[in-house]
DNA sequence: TTCGGTGGATTTTTT
DNA sequence: ATCCACCGAA
């Protein structure tokens, strides 16, 4: 770029800027011109459009830098907000770099940690107190199966989980129990117990004084809507918000963005009981809402399932009227081939502003395609691969494998251990979510929170002190006799009822949770020292027998046990080194909102595993996408939701788009689950990749041309890469092995390989007239009658009853069906 | 109350 | 294949 002088058509809100050198110009090095003018807009609303890798993390930190620079904004008067802590940690770390310590006093944070800060300070305006528990998801699913079990709501057919997924839906949609049973069926029986579990839950809530994840979102909105003064505070604190991956965000995150955009004053109703008004002298731009930036993809909107509203983006100009909107396309990270992959298969996707990523730093490799017989396979030439591209000078920790499901990884990883390829699974199964975790962590809970009955009844009987259901019960009527929490009926073991020996072991257990309380939770008034946290867990740990019982066990998992809680106490040592002021209440709440995928690229040295969820916004040299198959990806569950498929695409287009230099596409032609194997077939995304940007190794043809099917990845060695040039596949040439001679050169790209074909065009029913009666065929489901049609245009949707296999919904313009 | 066995369901993605 | 809920025996 070299259009450094010229002007710019930036009015600084601060003031006139001295003519010549502005303040921030060091900030816009290497920045293209649409990069520079998302970094130096001043204005009410800015939406940066930023296609995969157009560099919106470094426009974003310059863009903060630079309102910090020109004195558009004090630190304390920003807000960015990311997806996740890592994201969020790392923005914190780069405008720091540009601008030094100044980046103290800004919040920097998830929606979630900023949430909660709230809801700490303002917890008591409505009936919680600071110290409150934050469920996660388990803890919510735990206490919704007690709820659907004491309704008996299972006899409706309502199972835990979807109860838990209705609640969740209807809360990012800021619906509550009342709100919602406004406009369902009441007559209904079973939405009758809905309505009445979902009251339950959140009455269960509050009396355990705690939140839920989607809680923490939607009620600080409530608290805006409830307390116009308090919401004032914030909107006259924060004067610049920035948001990213707004594609991501939900409704009731939406809400609390335009909440917190609102002028401050602007909602204030008649003042009841005449409150203190609050007058404020007019600081210059106090009546202006503060000024929002939010970047985002609607490309890489992969989190409509949980609740995600792409129209937040698509729609953003409309709700912000006058916004600017700047383009990022040019991209700083991937290879043309990569792009033009990426580009082919996202504009499958209808009813999308069309946008092409380029680059200028040409061609790069193709793409390597490889079909393996089974996912061991597939993994064996994954690890391979690994290897081959480390002897080529790319580091372990630039290679990434992505797969769709969690499941997935475990072939990768037994065949990784089997090759000595160091490798890390980032967000797996997560540490804070292991039994032994949760239970120390209920312990802490028990103290920070006795309110919270969940985490008292989780603690009750870990480790064994034989009080079993009986038992718990009989506290909870005593307490409940007696007006007391659950917490304090401990308190009162002989009163209860039960044997001496229970008795014994209730009235030990209260008496180590009221020491820990002393040690960690002084009321005296005074600070408990840094390290109250870490003592405190242990001596919970100790003194209970927990960890006793662990080492006396004959379960030899039982040790690893052990080995996780002395890594939790590190953890709380190494929190109360980072935060000497930190109680136990903050340390919850780090543990509650940080997640292992949080754990900062310590995948030295080792290769990335992950699903393509967890890959959005990271890059690497090489990328494998793994089970590249029908089923799998797009995933089977999302066909029969409307907008599954393309979300699906999208999830596709994320993990394509984290390659920088390599990118390999695999599959596995059978794949075991449930004990079972199944026949895999391509995924369609395949096809719709040019063939000329694509080399296969072994295409689907090839191995199904053979017929082969046995496994051979737990005993073949096989030639490196090098050796493995370019193998026909004409049938007869063997598999991709270690004694074959190389073929004479000939690329087996060609579409006519996919054994099982499935049609290589998208389908377009976008004119097909369809309603209600009329009597379709479906190449899957076979024939049905179409019930009702909902939506317009390209998102019709046929709800169609199908003969052998039920209700179905249907996206008409691309369901494989024809009118009968 | 605890333990062990059996049968059934289970796997989409996550702050 | 693996995890969980449920059941009957100690």
Redesign the pocket.
Known sequence: MTDANQPYIVVPAGGPQQAGVRPDEDLLEGLNRPQRDAVTFRGQALLIVAGAGSGKTSVLTRRVASLLRTKDAWPSQILAIT???KAAGEMRERVSQLIGDRAQGMWIS???SACVRILRREAEQFGFTKSFTIY??GDSRALI?RLVKEHEADTYGM?P?GVMSRISKLKNELADAESYARSANMTDPAERIFVELFADYQRSLQKANAFD?DDLIGQVVYLFRAFPQVADSYRRRFRHILVDEYQDTNHAQYALIRELTRPPGSDAPPMAGGGGMMIFDAEPDAEDGASLTVVGDSDQSIYA??GADIRNITEFERDYPGAKVVLLEQNYRSTQNILNAANAVISHNFDRKDKKLWTDVGEGEKIIGFTGYSQHDEAQFVADETEALRKAGIDYSQMAVFYR???QSRALEEIFIRSAVPYKIM?GTKFYERAEIKDALAYLVAVANPADEMAVRRIL?KP????????ETAIARYAADEGITFRDALANASALGVGPKIQAGIAHLDAVLAEASALMVPSTGELPPPTAVADGLQLLLSKTGYTDALRASRDPQDEARVENLDELVAVAREFARNNPEGTIVDFLTEVA?V?D?DDLEDASGSVSLM?M??AKGLEYDAVFVTGVEEDLIP????AN?PGGPQEERRLFYVGVTRARKRLYLSLAMTRA???EVTVAMPSRFLQEIPTELMHWRQSPGDVNSRGGTQSRALNARRGGPGSSGGFGGGGNTGRYGADLVPLPRRESSDISKFANRIPAKVRDNGDMELGPGDRIRHDDFGEGKVDLVTGEGAKRVAHVRFDRVGAKKLLIKIAPIEKL
Not at 464 to 471: M, P
Not at 635 to 638: A, D, P, V
């Open positions: 997806f996740t802590n998830t929606f979630h996660d998801s199966k199972t989980s994840f399932f949980r499901t969690n499941s967000g009987n064994r002190r034989g009080i079993g259901d009986v038992t909102l997640s995928a699903t969820h967890t995933h089977r569950i999302s939701e689950q449930f004990g």
